[in-house]
């Protein structure tokens, strides 16, 4: 038989946001400033995806007219 211990809504003190340490906050801001840069990545890889599907469809459609 197990005892199950009761759980309040109240936030625990580690994650309130009065506890929150610098070294917390400079971890966030670097991971922030990475996926932000991950979706820079993101979009000039698109970008680049969408030019080279224009292009296939070109060589398809030559192909096509051969």
């Known amino acids: 038989m197990t005892t199950r211990i009761p759980t309040t809504n109240a936030p625990r003190l580690s994650t309130a946001p009065s506890s929150i340490k610098p070294r ?3 971890h966030l801001h670097a991971q ?3 996926l932000s ?10 970008r680049m995806t969408s030019v080279q599907a224009e292009s296939i469809r070109g060589l398809g459609a030559f192909h096509g007219g051969l």
């Open 24 to 26: 917390q906050l400079s």
């Open 32 to 34: 922030l400033a990475q």
């Open 37 to 46: 840069a991950n979706l820079a990545d993101l979009e000039n890889l698109l």
